[in-house]
T-cell receptor, first 111, second 115 residues
Framework: QEKVQQSPESLIVPEGAMSSLNCTFS?????SIWWYQQHPGKGPEALI?????GNKKEGRLTVYLNRASLHVSLHIRDSQPSDSAVYLC???????????FGSGTKLTVEP | NAGVIQTPRHKVTGKGQEATLWCEPI?????VFWYRQTIVQGLEFLTY????????DSGMPKERFSAQMPNQSHSTLKIQSTQPQDSAVYLC?????????????FGHGTKLSVL
């Protein structure tokens, strides 16, 4: 089973700032890495995924993956109060689609 | 598309009673997953089905928990003799296929409270 750890536990940033979230995983053979967003009372919603070393950009989101250091990060440019939520890092180990989740980072964007 | 539908949204049971949770996956999705979410443990994988067949139940507590998928339009998670430590939000998710890298679509979850 994959071990996924996230930091920080909580993050408070002002509106317009960059938010940076970190995730480490235990196995370099992990197939895919996802970031999910979860609002209170709702299920997680997929934001962005990455499979290969390097970075991937979608809108205000950029994700960086370094398999050698078992580290992935998510950066949210121009953070908005609507971005306030819990962000979950998830990793799948094999060709199957079972995702193992970290404990999350609670992001608060203050107006 | 209504997304993944879970019922009920909230369920309260007394200790020792049975609880059945329902999930309707997105039409056309072949894989269905069950997860449990608590403050302490976070989001834990329980079990999953591919084309209605059980594939991996490695996360399921061996006693009292069972899951079924009798047809492609719904899955159930049954907990017998519920205990206070079973209190959690139970989340169902589906994906188009179960090969690695597929996006999971989650329902809103069923919040189970065992008194």
């Amino acid at each position: 089973q994959e071990k996924v750890q996230q930091s920080p536990e909580s993050l408070i940033v002002p509106e317009g700032a960059m938010s940076s979230l970190n995730c480490t995983f235990s196995n370099s053979a992990s197939q895919s890495i996802w970031w999910y967003q979860q609002h209170p009372g709702k299920g997680p919603e997929a934001l962005i995924s990455i499979f290969s070393n390097g970075n991937k950009k979608e809108g205000r989101l950029t994700v960086y993956l370094n398999r050698a250091s078992l580290h992935v990060s998510l950066h949210i440019r121009d953070s908005q109060p609507s971005d306030s939520a819990v962000y979950l890092c998830a990793v799948s180990m094999s060709n199957y689609n079972v995702l193992y989740f970290g404990s999350g980072t609670k992001l608060t964007v203050e107006p | 598309n209504a997304g993944v539908i879970q019922t009920p949204r909230h369920k309260v049971t007394g200790k020792g009673q049975e609880a059945t949770l329902w999930c309707e996956p997105i039409s056309g999705h072949s894989a269905v997953f069950w997860y449990r979410q608590t403050i302490v443990q976070g989001l834990e994988f329980l079990t999953y089905f591919r084309n209605q067949a059980p594939i991996d139940d490695s996360g399921m507590p061996k006693e009292r928990f069972s899951a079924q998928m009798p047809n492609q339009s719904h899955s159930t998670l049954k907990i017998q003799s519920t205990q206070p430590q079973d209190s959690a939000v139970y989340l169902c998710a589906s994906s188009l296929e179960d090969r690695g890298g597929e996006r999971l679509f989650f329902g809103h979850g069923t919040k189970l409270s065992v008194l």
